[in-house]
């Protein structure tokens, strides 16, 4: 186990609020607690980045917002829109899940030119692009072949999931994603991380990035 401060922590975690019956009230108070705490974002649903952006202005915190989200199913035009609206609203890191249909088919082009074409987008507005491969659904050939796609592609994170599927991350799979992807592109590990010994093992197999809904309750576990 590594030990780091809880400064170094917060900084790693992206303060994440994504459940549909979310209100306003809920929205300010997860920013409110990114600002005590100096957490790296708060991911949160696209309809909040507009409030979300003006609670966290002149700081550090960066609004965080999910496209294509949860299923990765929307034409490439969607997303391009989705992400295009978001940036315009104030968010400055796109989770992006991977077009999960053209991947099972094999349709690795289609795949590839999706990123690539919200990489640019997110590029020429000084923005972050992780893609979301959702691990649980992949075996492990898949995992490879998805961390090469990603790669190829440009992304700044391969994130391993929404946490609205049959699970969230794993060890392994923050091992084999490390492995199989471009040395300067980072993993962050989402889904099911909700304690400080679990996130410590998420960091130590190579994530650089922890999504989770327990931040603060992760926080205060540490002494």
């Known amino acids: ?11 790693l975690i992206d303060h994440t609020l994504l459940k549909q019956t979310a209100d306003t009230d809920d929205l300010k108070k997860i920013c409110y607690e ?3 705490y100096n957490f790296a974002s708060v ?3 696209p309809m909040y980045v507009h409030e979300a952006a003006a609670l966290l202005k002149g700081s550090r915190v960066a609004v965080c917002t999910v496209i294509g989200f949860p299923m990765g199913a929307n034409t490439s035009y969607t997303k391009l829109k989705e992400t295009m609206n978001a940036l315009e609203l104030g968010a ?3 989770d992006m899940v991977i077009n999960l249909p053209a991947f099972f088919n094999k349709n690795y082009k289609y795949v ?5 074409s919200i990489k640019e987008l997110c590029k020429q507005n000084n923005a972050l692009l992780k893609v979301i491969v959702e691990t649980c659904l992949l075996d492990e050939q898949q995992k490879i072949k998805v961390s090469q796609l990603v790669s190829q592609a440009g992304a700044d994170f391969i994130k391993t999931s929404t ?4 699970g969230g991350a794993t060890i392994d799979d923050v091992l084999l994603l490390r492995k199989n992807i471009d040395a300067n592109m980072k993993v962050k590990a989402s889904g099911g991380i909700r304690d400080y010994a679990t996130l410590l093992k998420m960091i130590d197999a190579g994530a650089e990035r922890i999504g989770s809904s327990s931040g603060i309750k992760i926080i205060n ?3």
Do not use: W
Request: net charge negative; charged share 30%; aromatic share 4%.
């Open 1 to 11: 186990m590594i030990k780091i401060t809880k400064e170094k922590i917060a900084g």
């Open 34 to 36: 990114s600002l005590e």
């Open 43 to 45: 991911c949160i649903l």
């Open 92 to 94: 400055s890191e796109i």
């Open 112 to 116: 590839v030119d999706e990123i690539l």
């Open 163 to 166: 946490g609205f599927s049959t």
């Open 221 to 223: 576990e540490i002494v």
